[in-house]
């Protein structure tokens, strides 16, 4: 449970600010409405993490204009994932 909160708490912080801290990326989850969350960089060597961003390269492709990164699963199975990462 702490990782959700954790994960909020950056949530609401971002709203406030929209800079990410080095080290650091912003990403948007969700399947229909997207929320963003700031993940560490470290993340994306993992290979749970990274057959997520082959599903979003599939559905989303990798041009964006306003340059954010969208993740197409729910918030839950985000959040599950990003909490044993952050255990690992």
Partial sequence: MAIRQMLRRSLSNERRSNEVPKGHLAVYVGE???????IPLSYLNNPSFQELLCQAEEEFGFHHPMGEL????SEEL???LTSHLTRA
């Fill in 32 to 38: 229909s409405e997207k929320k963003r969350f700031v």
């Fill in 70 to 73: 969208t993740i197409p699963c």
């Fill in 78 to 80: 985000f959040v599950e």
